[in-house]
C-alpha cells in the first residue's frame, strides 16, 4: 500500500471517528463528493496537518460541493 492510500485510510479513519459515523457511510460520502481525490491530489500539504485541521478542511471541501 502506498503512503498516499494509508493517508487515505487515515483521513476517513478520522473523519467516520469524529462524526461518529460507520465506515460504510463515511466511505460512501468520500466518494460522492471527490474526497478521495481530493486528498490525492493535495497529499504533499494535507499530510502535515493534524487530524482535527483535516476533518475540518474535509467537511469545508464537502460544504463547497453541496451547493
Known amino acids: 500500500m502506498t503512503e498516499t492510500a494509508h493517508f487515505k485510510v487515515f ?3 478520522c ?18 463528493y471527490g474526497v478521495l481525490e481530493y486528498i490525492s491530489s493535495f497529499y504533499d500539504v494535507l499530510h502535515s496537518f493534524g487530524h482535527q485541521y483535516i476533518v475540518q478542511d474535509i467537511d469545508e471541501f464537502i460544504a463547497v460541493r453541496r451547493r
Open 11 to 13: 483521513c476517513l479513519e
Open 15 to 32: 473523519y467516520k471517528n469524529a462524526h461518529k459515523m460507520k465506515g460504510r457511510d463515511a466511505f460512501n460520502l468520500f466518494k460522492q
